[in-house]
């Protein structure tokens, strides 16, 4: 359950968001009298799933307003209880509150000084992992990695439309990526690692199979974000299928082995295309949308766009990755 409060001048505005509001069918709902500011409470109580028409319609109301509040409060535990329902015809989609979700995942696409330090920390953790061809280190790594903030952010974006989430995103996914890189180069210039290891010539072997588990990684973790769900498993997933491939591209660079980088750099890009579209089309599928009707037309302009452009890149390097394994393995010295 989830409880909407919604502190408001006294006015003309309070019948008309009351009349709204109601119409959305709420659990159960409050509006206080004025207090001595002349301000008004509206508490809505809705099941979770609920309260998004209800939000939408003060939105819509209170547009032209300066003066007002709005919170969503989520409910751990209520008495009596609420019987589930069971009429088909009013199943609720598993889908969090627009509002919920922009704010939950605005905050991954944030680049600060945390981000910087666990993108190195998690960087430094796989490069010696995978040198060390230990399994347990490398998943370690993939716990700290903080990709999956601003790749799924993009992805958001796209669905929303929303043009200045899209490039906060992008600078910080790619500043992200830059540090993995630009960390595992210097290690790999600088120490003499074993680079035979399976763990860093698997990332060097591109098939089929590489943008099957991108895009299914990036389907799972979109897929927990709408759903209000833990992201923490399905965010080692998505860096399992980034930070690994960058790692090992810079190591290999680093080390002087050109090719094999620009393997693993080609296993990276098709890993960052898969998730985007697979996150993208999930968003679309779920019914995210923006709020008004004009907002949802460049929405739907800006989800074809971008669909159509990562599903062209995906063909192109699932091409080029093909062809690079039809070409005899590069042995290391």
């Not at 309070?14 to 008004?40: C, F, I, M, N, S």
């Not at 796989?126 to 280190?137: L, T």
């Not at 833990?230 to 399992?240: D, E, Q, Y």
């Not at 993208?280 to 989800?303: I, Q």
Request: proline share 5%; aromatic share 6%.
């Amino acid at each position: 359950m989830r409880l909407i409060e919604l502190s408001l001048p006294d006015g003309d505005r309070v019948q008309q968001v009351l009349k709204a509001t109601l119409k959305t069918e709420p659990l159960d709902y409050r509006l206080t009298e004025p207090d001595d500011r002349g301000r008004r409470l509206l508490r809505l109580l809705f099941k979770t799933g609920d309260g998004q028409k209800a939000i939408d319609a003060i939105s819509a109301i209170l547009d032209e307003e300066a003066d007002w509040q709005l919170v969503v409060i989520p409910i751990e535990a209520s008495l009596p209880k609420i019987p589930e329902d069971t009429d088909a015809r009013q199943e609720r989609r598993t889908l969090a509150l627009r509002e919920e979700l922009f704010e939950d995942i605005s905050r991954g696409a944030k680049f600060n000084s945390d981000f910087i330090l666990l993108t190195a920390l998690s960087t430094i953790v796989a490069v010696f992992g995978m040198a060390a061809d230990n399994v347990a280190v490398v998943i370690g790594a993939m716990v700290i990695a903080p990709l999956l903030g601003p790749i799924l952010a993009f992805s958001f974006a796209s669905a929303l439309g929303d043009l200045a989430l899209m490039g906060k995103a992008a600078r910080t996914a790619i500043a992200g990526l830059s540090i993995g890189l630009a960390l595992s180069f210097a290690i790999g210039f600088a120490l003499p690692l074993d680079l035979s290891a399976d763990e860093l010539t698997s990332r060097t072997v591109v098939g089929l199979d590489s943008p099957t588990l991108a895009l299914a990684a990036g389907a799972a973790a979109a897929l927990s974000i709408a759903a209000g769900l833990p992201s923490a498993l399905v965010g080692v997933m998505v860096a399992v299928a980034l930070l690994p491939p960058a790692a090992a591209a810079g190591l290999y660079a680093g080390a002087g082995y050109w090719q094999l980088a620009a393997r693993a750099l080609l296993l990276l890009f098709i890993n960052v295309v898969s998730v985007n579209l697979a996150a993208l089309l999930v968003y679309f599928l779920k019914g995210v949308r923006p709020r008004t009707w004009l907002e949802r037309r460049a929405a739907k302009r800006s989800v074809y766009v971008n669909g159509a452009v990562w599903a062209v890149l995906i063909i192109a390097l699932t091409l080029i990755a093909l062809h690079f394994a039809s070409q005899p393995a590069i042995g290391l010295p």
